[in-house]
């Protein structure tokens, strides 16, 4: 997105959050991959929502899934996972909150696994909504904490 776009999109946001829109502010912020201002009004848009967004997100974050545990099993070294591990605890991210730190949590899995998660890759989540992103980062990190002590391949379980 260019800077014009951005400033846009979060002009918008702020006005839905001002007018209390919630499916617009919930939409927005995801868009923006944005920690809500307003934790409630974000629920309720995102309950709002729910329905229609939940049941395609959801549908495709299993495949994405899917996905990522049929190719990362061999290819990535168990350092490397505890060194994701190590510093999503020196930023204290909740890997069980599914809300909040989705900008976070986004930029650590593109820094730590750039060939699943980066801009361009199959599995770009740089529109992955807010919940989806948290519920891969809390998958992700459990099979690196297995991974990191050297257990076997496990599995990601699957929403």
Do not use: W
């Amino acid at each position: 997105m260019e800077d014009s776009e951005i400033r846009l999109i979060e002009g918008r946001r702020i006005e839905a959050l001002s007018r209390m829109d919630a499916k617009s502010y919930a939409t927005l912020c995801d868009a923006m991959g944005v920690e809500p201002e307003d934790g409630d009004l974000y629920m309720n848009g995102v309950r709002l929502l729910g329905k229609d967004k939940e049941g395609q997100e959801m549908g495709e974050l299993i495949e994405k899934q899917r996905e990522f545990e049929r190719t990362l099993a061999d290819k990535i070294p168990k350092e490397r996972y505890a060194a994701f591990i190590s510093e999503a605890g020196k930023h204290n991210i909740d890997a069980s909150n599914t809300y909040l730190g989705a900008a976070q949590k986004r930029s650590l899995l593109f820094k730590f696994f750039p060939e699943d998660f980066a801009p361009g890759k199959p599995r770009d989540m740089r529109f992955t909504g807010q919940r989806a992103v948290g519920i891969i980062f809390r998958e992700v990190t459990k099979y690196a904490e297995g991974k990191a002590k050297g257990r076997g391949q496990g599995r990601i379980k699957t929403v």
